[in-house]
């Protein structure tokens, strides 16, 4: 009898294995964009990070506020975003630098995530959190 009630135990064990195998890899993935934007990120505590695969929640273009409309600035064009300190609310202002010389003064989120690959992993890091951005 005894023996009969311990076999159940094998078959609970192996579909548990089964089912824990099953997870993701570790760590948060991040979207990669059709273009391989490469950029050098410098957070709140002069961190400087090499990324490869460079998006903007997922974008590979800006998305923030100018007075009261919203504008969408390509990668492409951007050689420098620099923060400018906390905005109002929930937002941080930012001058970004153009490649032809002009400097648009944008507004984003807090929340909102640049993301990109390095050589030891996956990045993200908040707008809040951001000092410069340059790319190359």
């Known amino acids: 009898m005894r023996r009969r009630s311990a076999l159940w135990i094998l078959p609970v064990i192996f579909v548990w294995a089964l089912l824990v195998g099953m997870g993701k890899a570790p760590g948060p993935e991040v979207p990669m964009p059709e273009i391989d934007f490469k950029a050098t990120i410098r957070d709140d505590q002069d961190i400087a990070t090499k990324v490869t695969h460079s998006s903007w929640e997922g974008n590979i273009y800006f998305t923030g506020t100018r007075g009261k409309g919203t504008v969408t600035i390509s990668f492409e064009k951007v050689k420098k975003v620099t923060s400018m300190g906390t905005g109002t609310g929930n937002k941080s202002d930012f001058q970004i630098t153009l490649k032809n010389g ?6 984003f989120d807090n929340e909102a995530k640049f993301l990109g690959t390095t050589n030891f992993g996956t990045y993200r890091i908040l707008a809040k959190n951001i000092k410069e951005i340059t790319f190359e």
């Open 102 to 107: 002009d400097v648009v003064a944008v507004t």
